[in-house]
């Protein structure tokens, strides 16, 4: 970065990217994958040294490090891309052989096909061995005039569908799905307490066939503290939360809709309810960090990758049940394992030293795409994840051109425009982008996609024509 771009604040960088857009934008930056991206730390992967947390309500002894089932690995076909099993059963024998034993997986998925790679690659293990989440994904069903009783026939058959598709007949830790998003509570009450699916829920896990049942959480906060207010009545065996070094005391600043995960956390313990983590590294956003940061991390410990740093701030505090992460490649599987065989707490010093690193990051703006793929298949073909995660990975590198008079103008022109053109496909640029808005109930972390990919269009047409911004 140049001592130019050193010094200009966050109003004045998105006021010259005319980004009224941007306000729910975060302060990270991308990394394709939710594993390490710094290479990692190198040295012996312990096969026996794992740390594990307990269950309360059923003794279960977890994994510290959980495996994320949204970022399976791809190979390419002459039908296209698709799950690579073959590398899915090698992770999956590496983690179990490794000590993790607890995979999260969900209906939609990788586009609805986790699930059966999961399924497929742990059922070559005896089903004692691991233990297996997945979730009731039935906010596709809400908001479309269905009656009750069709939504409940529906979400009943995704369920028992998770079952068919796993292969088992039994979950070990089934979750109701992003609970918070959308309208909030008028969606919470519509997709589990109107039609019933909830009741049906408890039924089964009396009946054993759920033996862990929560609910993962985004968005409103009224939404989670209803749930937790009634649980004395529904006796929640888990939560899964958003929590890093980010979100811990600075979520609104990295969306306007998140929650703190120090509140988060903290209303869970009140309550004795283990907590899962997802998102540690925001998407790959917080181990491809800024060079700045990566060297502040690199100083520290040198022998450290950075993504060691934020899973060691996630595994930390002693509520945490298990720590999830998409480990698409062995290296960040192999890193990951390391950190925690065992993991070492972060001292009270360290936690100050994240708190001023998560100060530092926020001074990188950038777009919250956690690359989950829930926008996906867009209907007029944008490769919605790999637009925003160019851009993103522009911030993070110092390659987004404020101005012609910028000392690194062509440079970072070139490295823009060129990488973009690599990164997506021409026919799935931004430009393609109609504003239907489909995608902007899927999304999480509730981006205005439409209007992101409206003004990452505009930045990309400025560029081409050497305008000034």
């Known amino acids: 970065m140049t001592p130019r771009n050193k010094d200009i604040d966050r109003r004045e960088f998105l006021r010259r990217l005319g980004a009224g857009a941007l306000t729910a934008s975060a302060a990270l930056t991308a990394c394709k994958g939710g594993g ?7 040295g012996e992967v312990p096969a026996d040294k794992m740390t594990f947390r307990v269950t309360p309500t059923t003794g279960d002894r ?9 970022r399976w690995p791809m190979k390419k076909t002459s039908h296209g891309e698709i799950i690579d099993q073959e590398e899915v059963n ?21 586009q609805g096909l986790s699930e059966r790679a999961t399924g497929i690659a742990l059922g070559r293990h005896s089903r004692e061995s691991y233990f297996l989440a997945t979730k009731m994904s039935n906010q596709r069903y809400a908001g479309r005039g269905w009656s009750p009783e069709e939504q409940f026939v529906a979400s009943v058959g995704m369920y028992r569908n998770s079952l068919k598709t796993l292969g088992t007949d039994y979950i070990d830790y089934y979750l109701l799905h992003t609970i918070g998003g959308g309208s909030g509570m008028p969606l919470l009450k519509e997709r589990f307490f109107d039609n019933g699916v909830l009741d049906f829920l408890l039924e089964e896990r009396e009946a054993g066939r759920i033996r862990n049942l929560g609910f993962s959480y985004h968005g409103d906060v009224r939404v989670f503290d209803y749930m937790l207010s009634r649980h004395d009545e529904f006796k929640w065996d ?12 600075h979520a609104k600043e990295v969306n306007p809709r998140n929650t703190n995960a120090e509140y988060l956390y903290a209303e869970l313990r009140k309550r004795g309810i283990p907590a899962v983590i997802m998102e540690p590294l925001l998407g790959g956003r917080l181990s491809n960090v800024p060079d700045y940061i990566s060297a502040r991390l690199k100083q520290r410990a040198p022998e450290s990758s950075v993504a060691s740093w934020a899973f060691r701030f996630a595994g930390s505090p002693e509520g945490v049940l298990t720590v999830l992460s998409g480990m698409t490649y062995m290296e960040h599987l192999q890193d990951n394992i390391r950190t925690y065989s ?12 994240m708190e001023e690193t998560a100060r530092l990051m926020l001074q990188y703006p950038t777009i919250p795409c956690n690359d989950c793929k829930y926008c996906m298949p867009c209907p007029y073909g944008l490769d919605i994840p790999a637009i925003l995660l160019h851009y993103n990975k522009c911030v993070n590198e110092s390659n987004i051109p404020y101005s012609s008079q910028d000392d690194n103008y062509r440079k970072a022109r070139r490295a ?3 990488g973009y053109d690599r990164s997506v496909p021409k026919l799935r640029q931004a430009d393609r982008c109609v504003g239907c808005g489909q995608c902007n109930p899927e999304c999480p972390q509730h981006i205005d996609i439409p209007a992101q990919m409206q003004r990452i269009d505009r930045f990309v047409e400025n560029l081409k024509q050497n305008r000034e911004f």
């Not at 390490?36 to 190198?42: E, H, P, Q, R, Y």
């Open 416 to 418: 823009f425009l060129v």
């Open 342 to 353: 065992p993991l070492t707490p972060l001292t009270d010093d360290e936690k100050e030293f």
């Open 62 to 70: 977890v994994s510290l490090l959980g495996y994320g089932c949204m």
């Open 238 to 249: 888990f939560v899964q939360i958003q929590l890093n070094y980010l979100d811990w005391l």
């Open 36 to 42: 390490v991206a710094d290479g990692g730390a190198s």
């Open 90 to 110: 090698n992770l999956v024998d590496y983690a179990l052989a490794h000590g993790v034993n607890y995979f999260d997986t969900a209906p939609p998925y990788m």
